[in-house]
């Protein structure tokens, strides 16, 4: 994601690359961020934490792990700095430090910067209402092999959804897996399961199963760049607004 970042932003005449980081004690720190992004020399080299970038800067992208995330989100408000956090996993209490810290600075913090993904959450919520509790309700994802977390950030986004539009408490009703014999489905579950394997981007799928008919939204991410593209466009709109956390729902006006 840091090398997409790196190379799109390039290509963005109202951006401007001032710094690049990378975890303490990675072999490629000190290396120029241009070079690893294969777009050539571009005079800012990889560091192993914010406090080490001393050009000036008006936006951070984070795209790391939530301990990684939380320090740089700390860093970020001792210097007044925008933010824009793409990192999923957090806890609740990592969770309200960035909305504290959110209180002195601008910060937009989603579980996916897909523009896409973020209209899914529009049309999942949309559909919920419109159909009612007559539907079971499931939420499947799909990722590489090497995520971390599980399930998604932003299937949790869509379960939240469907929760909210049929005012049901998703900490008790929600089910993230079946095995054995665990009988009937409750009217009141939401399944969010999981699935990964491969080089999967992303793909979210949410089921709408009723009795003779089914309806299933699918967002299918291709490449990274829609997560990169849709990040910088954050940034681009996160530097105008005043202190406060957001989200690409703020962003797309939607």
Known sequence: MGRRLVALARQDEGLEVAGALEAAGHPELGTDAGVLAGIGEIGVPLEGSLARVTSDFDVVVDFSIPRAGLEIARE????????????????????????????????????????????????????????????????????HRFKADAPSGTAVRLAEG???????DLSREAVYGRSGRPGPRRDEEIGILALRGGDIVGEHTVVFAG????????HRAHSRDTFASGALRAAKWVVTQPPGLYDMMHVLGL
């Open 76 to 143: 970020a408000a001792r210097r007044g700095k925008a933010l824009v956090i793409g990192t999923t996993g957090f806890s609740k209490e990592e969770r309200r430090e960035i909305e504290a810290l959110a209180a002195g600075i601008a910060c937009v913090m989603t579980p996916n910067m897909s523009v896409g993904v973020n209209v899914l959450f529009k049309a999942v919520e949309y559909v919920a209402n419109a159909l009612g509790r007559g539907f079971d309700a499931e939420v499947l994802e799909a990722h």
């Open 162 to 168: 469907i929760a909210r539009a049929w005012s049901i």
């Open 211 to 218: 009795i003779g008919e089914r309806i299933e939204l699918t």
